[in-house]
């Protein structure tokens, strides 16, 4: 399989080395993340214009100094990369081999938002629980704000999480067994892809959505990890809270905004009824989201399941459109925000008639909707020792050229002993 990393791609992220353990800012290129504190040490950035000369844009431990520097200071970086990693002894100067660094939590986050975009997904689980789509879903992105102490790197274990939920039962005599806390059995992926934001917007102001891809640094592979027991008890009235707690697993590299460039595309949806005009995106339906192939597997004692197949162009509500809907408000927005685009549940099929689009393990208790190997091998939710790795692809059709974001991967540990 080629790299996810070539020139076209030029993610960014955060590294620290065995040899150098404070953490630092850097891109991947190929086998290699590439020190960007050392080149900006060395001058390389110095006759960008609008370029900080602190030099200490790239020494920091997250990526918030460089994704709030206007957009064409961002891009000249991107330009004299393009550039100078091509010449003799820059990258083998600067570069540190991929399997030598450990990669942290790449922004400094203080909102984290989650949304509930995908039509099919919407369906499958109002089938799940007998309700309909509620009338406000064609209307608004639906949406609620997460913790940003879930957040996690890619790599780092997830630990079963305790909830209160009513353990089901077969027996009519105990079907009224008082809820418990206790371990979930119920555990769950989510497949997403996270935005990254760059430009803040000062409380008290509204997003224009004409002006909404100002506001996007990047984007990563995002795993919202859910306990579905626990979910399902606490939601009503107020909706999800330690269900989605355990975890939210984000992939090391942010793929920017000026490399999605090549890989924007018209939505696959037709919304209707149209969209309110606060909603409704201003520019070229042919950019009006991004073209990225997504996919989650499954592995149980070393098999590994293709769970899902899909992309972020066949969601409802897209990702500009989420933005606008986010800051709708007056809520303002912070460099370092991260939101969820949502469950990327499509209608995709294989070529044996299965929905390989089914972006989470809820959606396959659906008679309709199982995949015969995993049911052949009794796969159901998510056991202790199993690991979720997802992963992402786009091309730049300008060039031909396909690149991706990395593995977004988190193995599922025990529950904690000594509750109760």
């Known amino acids: 399989m080629s790299t996810p990393f070539p020139m076209d791609n030029l993610p960014y992220g955060i590294i620290s080395t065995a040899e150098h353990p404070v953490p630092r800012c850097a891109t991947a290129l190929e086998t290699d993340a590439i020190e960007l504190s050392s080149l900006e040490r060395d001058g390389f950035f110095a006759s960008i214009p609008g ?32 550039t100078e990693l091509v010449k003799p002894g820059v990258r083998e100067k600067y570069g540190v081999p991929l399997e030598k660094v450990k990669n942290h939590f790449p922004m400094e986050t ?26 406000n879903w064609f209307y608004t992105p639906s949406v609620y704000n ?25 027996s009519p005599e105990t ?10 059995s119920r555990f769950d992926f989510e497949l997403e892809i996270g935005i990254f934001l760059s430009k803040p917007l000062p409380p008290g102001s509204i997003l224009d959505i004409a002006h909404a891809h100002e506001h996007i640094f990047g984007i990563v592979l995002l795993n919202d990890w859910s306990a579905r027991d626990i979910q399902m008890f606490e939601m009503p009235p107020l909706g999800p809270f330690h269900g989605k707690g355990a975890g939210t697993t984000v992939s090391a590299w942010v793929v920017t905004a000026e490399a999605l ?15 309110l005009r606060h909603l409704e995106y201003a520019g070229d339906s042919e950019g009006a989201t991004w073209d990225v192939e997504v996919q989650a597997r499954v592995v149980r004692n070393g098999k590994s399941y293709l769970v899902t197949e899909s992309n972020l ?17 007056g809520e303002g927005l912070s ?28 959606e396959r208790q659906l008679p309709q909707k199982v995949l015969l190997d995993m049911q052949a091998d009794g796969i159901s939710y998510l056991e202790d020792g199993d690991e979720v790795i997802m992963e992402g692809w786009c ?10 974001f990395g593995e977004c991967s988190g193995v599922v540990l025990p529950a904690l002993e000594g509750y109760f």
């Open 110 to 135: 203080r909102n984290f938002s989650d949304f509930y975009c995908s039509l099919e997904h919407t369906r499958n689980c109002c089938t799940l629980t007998s309700r309909p789509i509620p009338e």
């Open 146 to 170: 997460g913790r940003t102490s879930s957040l996690r790197i890619t790599g780092t274990p997830i630990i079963r999480p305790h909830g209160v939920y009513r353990t089901p039962s077969t």
């Open 313 to 329: 162009n066949e969601l409802y509500w897209t990702p500009y459109q989420q933005l606008a809907h986010l800051a709708s408000a």
């Open 175 to 184: 079907t009224k067994d008082p809820p418990k806390f206790q371990p979930t």
């Open 335 to 362: 460099t370092g925000d991260i939101f969820g685009t949502g469950t990327l549940t499509s209608a995709r099929r294989n070529s044996k008639g299965e929905n390989t689009g089914i972006a989470c393990l809820l």
């Open 261 to 275: 460039e090549g890989s924007k595309c018209a939505s696959t949806k037709v919304q209707d009824p149209k969209p």
């Open 395 to 404: 091309v730049n059709r300008a060039t031909g050229v396909r690149f991706g």
């Open 51 to 82: 370029f900080p000369s602190t030099g200490d844009v790239f020494s920091q431990s997250t990526l918030n100094t460089f994704a709030a520097l206007p957009i064409h200071t961002r891009a000249a970086v991107r330009a004299i990369l393009t």
